[in-house]
């Protein structure tokens, strides 16, 4: 290199010297020239480095920063930031979605609106939107900035618990029964029709379960053609009356005839025999599977007279059971509670539970099958202004009774337990799993957990302490304790509750009185509570 250089110098000198100098040979050097210039020094490395830097800085980390689910690590680095959402932080979060305004879906990314036509905010429709808990979620919704389209039926709902927002350009209300279809453009879509209230959802059992399947193929099918992302609120029922305390999102609802399986195979027993309340499962190695519901199986005695197959499908009761035997002695007797496959399949709790079953199970298959952005909640007792008064739930049942200075009803002995949640902070568990980038199932519920004496006891001191207990008989097929396990909940969406019983069953108080009385001084819709 270097002599090309003395090279080139000496024809230079001579350039300047004479005049002439073939022109060929002058353009071949001019080209050649600052390829030479790039290779000296390492300089084509420094080109390329610089290449590299200028394609990461304007290729991936903008996409990056559009993706809109990206900004959810963003919300786990400010925990509190969602628990009073307010216009600034709601903004924030905007900046995030609007590139992608419409981007919830992958159908709808890619920033195709026209410039002059771009949102604000999202549109999102709320199911049951104008329930108790529907209607405290469209006042969040509605305060962060999004247009919100309620749809409701009115069977539980009520348009009182919308109205204060009739005049909001960003606010819609159909009258409409989420088994018909409904087509609307939509980024996202809170699924929450479905009346919760046993005494509610039992009052027609059929409507029950088609709301939670059809209803929800429904919204699943709607979610998938317009690529709006999906939540579904399932229930704490899902458990039945669980076995396993606090309840766990992996706790799968145990099938007797698996646990019976298991018990057989892992034991040396000839027989294992299982009890609970009312009903005994008799397995012996090599023979059918039964249930009893009276007597059982003693040392050396029958099976009862009524017997049940445990096939979880089929309810087939048989007089006088083809495959029966005469078991010498059960040697293992385990207590296993009662099991919903069993008695809630076939139980007038049914209609709830299994349609939140199977309503868990459409919207993973549409998420697995069809690529449906979704999210599981299962919700835990809440409580809060707006409630049904007179639902028969017991909070409600019990504030209005205090108020009415009639007896509070305690069912069974009283000792039966849940746990109560505000209803602020369920919605701000929905939401935070909403814009998360977890699927679920999340349990959201407050554990502080009461038997049905201690919350009367608390109702009392809040409301009126001389109020009275009166005990009636249980309903059928009632869970005997429930409290969520909220690790999951803390750990990926950074939620809590945060409002205890004490503090918020006063603030559902004034809004009862003012409902049952007509007493219209004082504030009945505001759901919120300062967590200071
Ligand atoms: O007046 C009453 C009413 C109810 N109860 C008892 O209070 C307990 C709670 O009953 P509720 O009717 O309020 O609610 P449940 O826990 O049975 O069902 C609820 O579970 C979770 C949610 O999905 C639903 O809101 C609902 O299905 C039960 O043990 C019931 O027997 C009373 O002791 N007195």
């Known amino acids: 290199m270097g002599s090309e250089l003395i090279f080139r110098g000496h024809e ?27 290779l000296r020094e390492q300089r084509l490395v420094f080109v390329l480095v610089g290449i590299v830097i200028a394609t990461l800085f304007f290729t991936i980390l903008p996409s990056s920063s559009r993706n809109p689910y990206v900004h959810h690590h963003k919300y786990e680095q400010i925990p509190d930031s969602l628990a009073h959402i307010s216009r600034e932080s ?108 046993p005494v509610h959802y039992k009052h027609n059992p059929v409507k029950t379960i088609k709301t939670n399947v059809v209803g929800t193929l429904n919204m699943l099918g709607l979610a998938k053609r317009v690529g709006a992302r999906f939540l579904l609120t399932s229930t704490s029922e899902v458990y039945g009356d669980p076995l396993q305390h606090p309840q766990v999102e992996t706790y799968w609802a145990t099938s007797i005839q698996s646990l019976v399986n298991k018990l057989v195979q892992v034991s040396s027993a000839k027989a294992v025999r ?110 809060g202004p707006r409630m049904c008064i007179d639902d028969g739930r017991v909070v409600s049942n019990f504030v209005a009774q205090a108020l009415r200075k009639e007896p509070l009803t305690v069912y069974g002995d009283g000792k039966q337990t849940r746990s109560f949640q505000y209803v602020s902070d369920l919605v701000e568990g929905l939401m935070r799993l909403m814009e998360g980038e977890h699927v679920g199932p999340f349990n959201l519920g407050n554990p502080g957990e009461f038997t049905m004496l201690e919350l009367a006891q608390v109702v009392q001191e809040t409301i009126d302490p001389n109020a009275r207990i009166e005990f009636r008989p249980n309903t059928e097929d009632d869970p005997h304790k429930r409290k969520p396990d909220i690790t999951k909940a803390k750990d990926l969406l950074g939620w809590e509750p945060k409002v205890s019983l004490r503090k918020g069953l006063p603030l559902m108080v004034s809004d009862f009185r003012q409902r049952i009385f007509g007493d219209h001084k004082e504030d009945s819709t505001t759901s919120t509570v300062s967590t200071a």
């Open 274 to 383: 299982l009890t609970c309340a009312r009903h005994e499962a008799c397995v012996v190695k090599g023979l059918s599977v039964f249930v009893s519901s009276h007597g059982g199986v003693g040392g050396g005695g029958r099976l009862g007279m009524s017997l049940l197959t445990l096939d979880p499908i089929q309810d087939t009761r048989v007089k006088e059971p083809r495959n029966w035997r005469v078991i010498n002695r059960p040697v293992h007797i385990f207590n296993f509670g009662q099991s919903k496959r069993v008695t809630g399949a076939r139980g007038v709790r049914s209609c709830y539970d299994e349609g939140k079953r199977t309503a868990e199970t459409l919207t993973m298959d549409y998420h697995r099958g069809a690529g449906v952005e979704v999210r599981i909640a299962r919700i835990f007792n809440t409580y």
């Open 90 to 197: 709601a903004s924030t979060t905007y900046k995030f979605y609007e590139p992608h305004v419409a981007a919830f879906g992958s159908m709808n990314s890619g920033g195709k609106i026209p410039l002059g036509l771009k949102r604000k905010g999202l549109r999102i429709v709320v199911t049951g939107g104008a329930g108790f808990v529907g209607s405290h979620l469209v006042d969040r919704l509605i305060e962060r900035g999004d247009s919100v389209i309620v749809v409701d039926n009115f069977f539980t709902g009520r348009k009182e618990n919308v109205m204060h927002h009739f005049k909001n350009p960003r606010f819609e209300l159909i009258r409409h029964d989420v088994v018909e279809p409904l087509l609307l453009e939509v980024d996202q879509i809170y699924h929450l029709a479905c009346p919760a209230s």
């Open 12 to 38: 230079d000198t001579q350039h300047e010297t004479d005049s002439y100098s073939p022109k060929p040979h002058k353009r071949w050097l001019s080209f050649t020239r600052p390829i030479r210039y790039v």
